[in-house]
T-cell receptor
Framework: GAGVSQSPSNKVTEKGKDVELRCDPISGHTALYWYRQSLGQGLEFLIYFQGNSAPDKSGLPSDRFSAERTGGSVSTLTIQRTQQEDSAVYLC????????????FGPGTRLTVL | RKEVEQDPGPFNVPEGATVAFNCTYSNSASQSFFWYRQDCRKEPKLLMSVYSSGNEDGRFTAQLNRASQYISLLIRDSKLSDSATYLCVYQDPGTYKYIFGTGTRLKVLA
């Protein structure tokens, strides 16, 4: 069946512009996660959704970052007024429930801020 | 203390060798542990879950040591295709947040 998909796969933007990243989780998965991975670094947790709710937004780096999930499915991560330090690979993952389940990752969006 | 600590490596081993990685975690209440594998410029994929009693999947064995707060991964008879970064993960108890280590890089040499 279809896995987690993300779009765009690559995004190059100018400093100060807004960007929107999209994640389509596996159908039926209630939990959805956003992570950020900088070159040669580990995964940095950004936000978690259970259904449409985000009980944990503690990982969002600043108020320029926001995320939403609608219909318990698609999620978008928005970064306003991008900065060069926002350059990274943004990974989305989904799991069947939020507890002790395998996470399935999408291929990521590589964001480059010039 | 970092939430999850891993030796970044790289571990360079010849084909057929046995190699082991450890990962220490800070939250003693953690219940769910995993090893993920990440190939270069690819997304992470689950390698195996780590159970209290330990578990084995072919050439791979995972162990949990609660007293010392670490998990381990043993790879026997290493293959070239095992070359990757291995990420230690646990789920923060009481939340659904997964905490990832920065990974241990393995290179299996011909």
């Amino acid at each position: 069946g279809a896995g987690v998909s993300q779009s765009p796969s690559n995004k190059v933007t100018e400093k100060g512009k807004d960007v929107e990243l999209r994640c389509d989780p596996i159908s039926g998965h209630t939990a959805l996660y956003w992570y950020r991975q900088s070159l040669g670094q580990g995964l940095e947790f950004l936000i978690y959704f259970q259904g449409n709710s985000a009980p944990d937004k503690s990982g969002l780096p600043s108020d320029r970052f926001s995320a939403e999930r609608t219909g318990g499915s698609v999620s978008t991560l928005t970064i306003q007024r991008t900065q060069q330090e926002d350059s990274a690979v943004y990974l989305c993952a989904s799991s069947l429930t939020g507890t002790n389940n395998e996470q399935f990752f999408g291929p990521g969006t590589r964001l480059t801020v010039l | 203390r970092k939430e999850v600590e891993q030796d970044p490596g790289p571990f360079n081993v010849p084909e057929g060798a046995t190699v082991a990685f450890n990962c220490t975690y800070s939250n003693s209440a953690s219940q769910s542990f995993f090893w993920y594998r990440q190939d270069c410029r690819k997304e992470p994929k689950l390698l195996m879950s780590v159970y209290s009693s330990g578990n084995e999947d072919g050439r791979f064995t995972a162990q949990l040591n609660r007293a010392s707060q670490y998990i381990s991964l043993l790879i026997r008879d290493s293959k070239l295709s095992d070359s990757a970064t291995y990420l230690c993960v646990y789920q923060d108890p009481g939340t659904y947040k997964y905490i990832f280590g920065t990974g241990t890089r393995l290179k299996v040499l011909a």
